[in-house]
């Protein structure tokens, strides 16, 4: 995807640093020290700032993330063999900042704004990367859902808007699924969407980008992507560039999803940049402010006030496990700064469960204050439900003699596991998933096999749809299940199943 780039880093940066007003700067030059594997050494410029752009005499940018009392250290922002030991060095005043606004929704950007169709974005605003996170006074609490469209997750798991839900699991058990899907399911409800990829191949993100479009998700998604192939330094950059192209959006009152995918690689790109500019390692080699890394990113998501405009800004940042260790040191991290996490286990990927989400292991902090109220009369009990199944469940693969009211258990816990498999691109929405959870409560499908249980499902939404449209309009415009929708649905099921 990079070939498709029109012009190099240094003479975008160069264009984007001409295009502002800088006020005059009294600065020394400097000289270039040491180098080598993209990290630079400059001497004699005691006046620069973290994240500055330094401007080097071959034309070349690079970004300080290193300040020393003789020295800086930067990295540079692209693989550039100009630069040579002795060459002179300036700053430019400026932090690295990315366009935002209108001009970004369907667009794919690398994270400092160059689009990959080579078109120019013509941006009326630029935000720096690095923004401070909205203050405690100007938040609001959480209260309103956003909907991923996987029944088990809006169910027992809900996802408001302005938290921050981590995805975490092994590699190949539906994470980025689960993000991409979610973008889909935001079709029509106002939400703007951004795609983030970090350290992914260029043919996954094109993979990507092509899933959104097929599925006319580009008109309100953006994607920033800084791929394998690139230098450290814009792995470090994308999800940065990421949550500043939202910040516009949500504070103009608007609604925004960010998925990021993933903070792993992102974590191992800085742990690179950061042994390069020789920081001494920590745990895991990682340097000692690997936490602050994704505490001052996540703590940008936010529900703003209304004195603030409203807007939000939801994070669901994608973790990679190995081998199921969700106490190694970048997870535990990540799990203690978000609002709760979804948890993918690898065993129940290839036991055909789809999402294959951990129930016992997954959590949201801001729980049913962030599910519609049709939604909490008909999801009460499933989480118990599934867990006693689970139990059970584990003691019935030895053959023990089960009684009756086991038995009724395991059939109706695995009616629910059922019900709960959902695939690729297969979303539904709120009515859908309350009546389904509805009929599932009041046994309707008691004595249909697993595998018809997708199909019988679904045959029942398009039922009452076709012959009860104002129960199912009632509900997703309303949000309840009042008592005379509930009386329509019951006759419903009783009509459905006699046939």
Known sequence: MN????ENISSYLKRIIDEYEVKPIS???????KLGDGVVRVANLPDCCYGELLEFESGAYGMVLDLEENRVGAVL??????????ETVKGTGRVVRVPVGDCCLGRVLD???RTFDGEELKASEYYPVERPAPKLIDRRPVDTPLQTGFISIDSMIPIGRGQRELIIGDRQTGKTSIGIDTIINQKGQNVICIYCAIGQKASTVAGVIKTLRDNDAMDYSIVVSATAADSPAMQYLAPYSACAIGEYFM??????????????????AYRTMSLLLHRPPGREAYPGDVFYLHSRLLERAACLSKEKGGGTLTALPIIETMGGNISAYIPTNVI?????????????FHSGVRPAVNTGLSVSRVGRSAQRE????????????????????????FGADIDDTT??????GEHLTALFNQGRLDTYSLSEMVIMLYAFNKKAFAGVENSQLDEKSHELYEFVKKNYPAAVKNIETTYDLDDSTKETLKKAIKEWVAL
């Open 3 to 6: 070939n498709n780039l029109t």
């Open 27 to 33: 600065y020394r030059y400097g000289s270039v020290e």
């Open 77 to 86: 922002l692209e693989k550039s063999n100009l630069v040579r030991v002795g």
């Open 111 to 113: 994270p400092i704004g």
């Open 251 to 268: 504070e103009h009152g608007k609604d925004v999803l960010i998925v990021y995918d993933d903070l792993s690689k992102h974590a191992i």
């Open 336 to 348: 203690s700064i978000t609002d709760g996490q979804i948890y993918l286990e690898s065993e129940l």
């Open 374 to 397: 049709a939604m909490k009369k008909v999801s009460g009990s499933l989480r118990i439900e599934l867990a006693q199944y689970r139990e059970m469940a584990v003691f019935a693969r």
């Open 407 to 412: 038995k009724a258990l395991l059939e109706r």
